[in-house]
């Protein structure tokens, strides 16, 4: 995969794109990630990348010319056909006006062959440049940032982590939080694993089995591997009723499932 991201703070990606699995996966040559500083498609001696907004209103807006120019050079398929996703590639604009970002999109963007992050600042970008130039607006949360190259970090390493060979154990990010395309209760690794089917993931525990008086459950280590992926599925279902209920709308549950959660809901858990 290849990924170009377009910023007018370069230097910025120094540090989030050197450690971890995004450095990892750039070494072995699963994702090929280009920094383009938007200030060097510009024309004037200034330099100038932003603009007051016509209508008047506070702050300034990224202008359209250099982002143009920018893309303009890296010979993308046209925007109809990133559209009707006949292209493999994405243009992607950060913004808090954007549809979220999810463990489905991150998905769906790792199975293109390139994509491209325009980074926006101040008070955001020229709309020319969604309208007419961009296929989709991401935003990473509901609230605001001074730019789109924290979100843009996120987009990346969280694409990245889904990438054929990035992770050590690819079967683990089929078992993770949101990942939704694992029924209840199935999962393709060990018996004792569970898939998240879309819930929070399950508590984890490590040694000592006693930590100042603090023990890992028992069920965890009685080696009855049915009955552990029992209990990580009651308590996925526990955590995601008490930090985010809104996901249940959308999970596919068992009948066991629903047992538990009527449990939960009258407080017989």
């Known amino acids: 995969m290849k990924a170009d991201i377009v910023t007018i703070f370069p230097d910025f990606f120094r540090g989030p794109l050197d450690y971890g699995i995004t450095r990892r996966a750039a070494e072995m040559g699963l994702v090929e990630i ?3 500083d938007l200030r060097e498609y510009t024309h004037d001696r200034h330099r100038t990348v932003d603009d007051r907004p016509f209508g008047g209103g506070e702050g300034m807006v990224l202008k359209p010319e250099p982002i143009f120019e920018c893309l303009e050079r890296m ?7 990133r559209l009707l996703a006949t292209a493999n590639e994405s243009v992607i604009v950060l913004s808090p006006q954007g549809q979220p970002f999810t463990q489905q999109v991150a998905s769906d963007l790792a199975a293109l062959d390139r994509i491209v992050l325009i980074c926006g600042r101040y008070e955001g970008v020229d709309e020319r440049v969604s309208e007419f130039l961009a296929d989709r607006e991401l935003s990473i949360g509901d609230y605001v940032l001074s730019g789109g190259e924290l979100g843009t970090a996120v987009i990346i390493e969280a694409v990245t982590r889904l990438l054929p060979g990035a992770v050590g154990n690819q ?3 089929r078992q993770e939080s949101f990942t939704t395309h694992a029924n209840a209760g199935e999962s393709d690794g060990p018996d004792s694993t569970c898939g998240s089917g879309g819930l929070l993931d399950y508590p984890h525990y490590t040694r000592p089995a006693d930590f100042r008086g603090m023990k890992v459950p028992d069920v965890l280590i009685n080696g009855n591997h049915q009955q552990i992926r029992h209990w990580r599925r009651e308590q996925a279902l526990k955590k995601t009723v008490g930090n985010r209920p809104d996901l249940l709308e959308s999970v596919q549950l068992s ?4 047992k538990t959660l009527s449990r939960l809901k009258n407080g017989r858990y």
């Open 75 to 81: 010979q993308l398929a046209p925007r109809e056909q």
């Open 34 to 36: 280009k920094v383009h």
């Open 255 to 258: 009948d066991e499932d629903k």
């Open 171 to 173: 079967a683990s990010t």
